[in-house]
């Protein structure tokens, strides 16, 4: 949380101390989010007890988010920064929870950004082939607030003055911290047994995170008459921590994972005059990450024994997108001082 804080302190003192030559936009924005979230954890051979399976918890990433973006420039180098937020909690779809059991032919893709063979696999799910003993279906609702800071460096004729014509490439690098939680209501359960169970058994459970990504890359710009371009990849490494809490167990989950994904960006603008522009930004993020749980409370003996093993395997892994809409204004340092005539500044 500190170095959240410190990047949201340097963001502040960036634009409220600029030099008067420094070049400054600012203004609000609103986002629209899609894709979705997975936990999984589990085993594709079997277990101490014999049993090959795992468990899933998918949740939808729908969601309108409202912010604030600045930028501070001058010469080649640009600093910007954002504040986001659902401002409340938001209705994101339909969410669902996933015991199974595996086949001996079933698939299990933990590695989706391979270096060494240089493969990709764009799925936010890793196993595959399952059968389900147990599955909740429900609603899911989510509240989230985002903390982000890039520096970029433009090379040949682009600028990150926005009004300045020119095109080239630029080298970029920055963190993101965003927090989010997912609640799981209005829940109906199945359960494989003797006989059946299928019923509405209400609130299920609560999903917080704690996501901090760091990202570098690199970029394009091109700005022409009242257009510009603007298009940016940026692979990123980062740590999750989450508090998965079942209401009806009464127990936590607690994660902590580190992995790899990558964002890009294309961004269109168009530039009203010399003080006002508004853009448009399309952003594909991917994020797959491996670490382990730990179970803490519960009710059942099973539960309270697996308090004191040392830890399970997890996957958390997040494919979503964005559309985001902006309008920026140029501030204007040339304020003549009290007094002053136009000629003495």
């Known amino acids: 949380m500190l170095r ?25 924005s609103l986002e629209r989010n899609g894709g979705e979230f997975i936990f ?15 468990s899933r918890i998918s949740f939808p990433r729908n969601s309108t988010m409202f912010g604030i973006f600045g930028a501070y420039s001058e010469g080649k180098w640009e600093i910007r920064g954002a504040l986001k937020t659902t ?73 990150p003055n926005y009004w300045t ?22 829940v109906n359960q199945f359960i494989d047994s003797r006989p059946v169970f299928y019923a509405p058994i209400g609130l299920g459970l609560s999903y917080s995170n704690n996501l901090n990504e760091y990202f570098y890359g690199f970029g394009y710009r091109n700005s022409f008459e009242n257009f510009y371009f603007d298009f940016s990849f940026m692979p990123s490494i980062g740590r999750i921590t989450t508090r998965d809490f079942h209401v009806q167990r009464s127990i936590n989950f607690l994660s902590d994972n580190i992995g790899v994904g990558f964002q890009m960006s294309n961004e269109i603008g168009y530039k009203f005059n010399d003080s006002w522009l508004t853009y448009i930004r399309l952003t594909h993020r991917r994020f797959f990450s491996e670490g382990k749980f730990k179970a803490r409370g519960g ?46 500044e």
């Open 4 to 28: 959240n804080r410190n990047i949201f302190v340097l963001f502040l003192i960036l634009f409220t101390f600029s030099p008067i030559k420094s070049e400054v936009v600012w203004g609000p």
């Open 40 to 54: 999984e954890t589990g085993n594709r051979f079997p277990n101490l007890s014999g049993i090959r399976g795992g």
């Open 87 to 159: 401002g409340w909690t938001q209705n994101s779809g339909q969410a669902r929870d996933e015991d199974f059991l595996l086949a001996t032919t079933a698939q299990e893709q933990t590695t989706n950004v391979a270096t060494r063979e240089w493969s990709y696999h764009d799925s936010a799910s890793v196993f595959s082939g399952s059968r389900n003993f147990a599955d909740g279906i429900g609603k899911s609702s989510i509240t989230e607030n985002r903390v982000e800071a890039f520096a970029r460096y433009y090379f040949q004729t682009a600028s």
């Open 165 to 186: 014509q020119g095109s080239g490439f630029f080298l970029t690098a920055g963190a993101r911290y965003s927090y989010f939680k997912y609640i799981f209501y209005d």
């Open 299 to 344: 009710l059942s003996y099973d539960d309270v024994l697996s308090n004191f093993v040392g830890g399970f395997k997890s996957h958390i892994n997040i494919k979503d997108f964005s559309i985001e809409i902006a309008a920026l204004n140029r501030v204007n340092w040339s304020i003549p001082r009290e007094g002053a005539s136009p000629s003495s």
